[in-house]
């Protein structure tokens, strides 16, 4: 079955740092980019970034609201994207997704993870 | 950034009744490869969200053909012919022709009379 799970969500204080993981299986991880989402309390969907897979160069792009202080990271060993969160604001408080794929089609997303920044 | 405006914020349906969603943007998603980026989605009550329709009016694999989508350049439509109490959610249209960002509508809440 394929399936991405998302871990490392918390309770986190302004300022501090946070690294969400996205395990996925069931399908070759390599072949794939990697995006994240998140959906703030009551809110509508930010699209975070995402990482381009080994062939395409590896490479992330990100939102601006998140740039700078966000990274997106993926292991192909272990099939983990990893998101980085640095310097963490209230208004970085939501749910976040990962997502196979980069662009329109995203047909696999895991059940999300909850990040509170709050002191 | 390509904004990505929806009609109505909500709708009430009878079901079996007819739904329609509208999604405009502010830039045209035709693509000089032909295809145009506009992509639909459903999130459930407490689900992530699940594609509905891609390039403006093809079906995901397992999407009733009572979901069916339309449009080009800027203005796109969801319609649902006889909407069923499982279609309960927020509709997302999305664009991906222009990026970063991918951007989002903001979603219209569907719910059942």
């Known amino acids: 079955e394929v399936q991405l799970v998302e871990s490392g969500g918390g309770l986190v204080q302004p300022g501090r740092s946070l690294r969400l993981s996205c395990t996925a299986s069931?399908?070759?991880?390599?072949?794939?980019?990697m995006s994240w989402f998140r959906q703030a309390p009551g809110k509508g969907l930010e699209w975070v970034g995402f990482v381009r897979s080994k062939a395409y160069g590896g490479t992330a792009e990100y939102a601006a609201s998140v740039k700078g202080r966000f990274t997106i990271l993926r292991d192909e060993f272990k099939s983990i994207a990893y998101l980085q969160m640095n310097n963490l604001k209230s208004e970085d408080t939501a749910l976040y997704y990962c997502?196979?794929?980069?662009?329109?089609?995203?047909?696999?997303w895991g059940q999300g993870t909850m990040v509170t920044v709050s002191s | 950034d390509i904004v990505m405006t929806q009609a109505p914020l909500s709708l009430s349906v009878t079901p079996g009744q007819p739904a329609s969603i509208s999604c405009k943007s502010s830039?045209?998603?035709?693509?000089?490869?032909?295809?145009?980026?506009l992509y639909w989605y459903l999130q459930k009550p407490g689900q992530p969200p699940q594609l509905l329709i891609y390039e403006v009016s093809n079906r995901f694999s397992g999407v009733p053909d009572r979901f069916s989508g339309s449009g080009s350049g800027t203005d796109f439509t969801l319609k649902i012919s006889r909407v069923e109490a499982e279609d309960v959610g927020v509709y997302y249209c999305?664009?991906?022709?222009?990026?970063?960002?991918?951007?989002f509508g903001g979603g219209t809440k569907v719910e059942i009379k």
């Open positions: 069931g399908f070759t991880f390599g072949d794939h980019g």
């Open positions: 997502c196979r794929g980069l662009l329109g089609g995203l047909e696999i």
């Open positions: 830039q045209s998603l035709l693509h000089s490869d032909g295809k145009t980026y």
């Open positions: 999305m664009q991906s022709i222009q990026l970063p960002p991918l951007t």
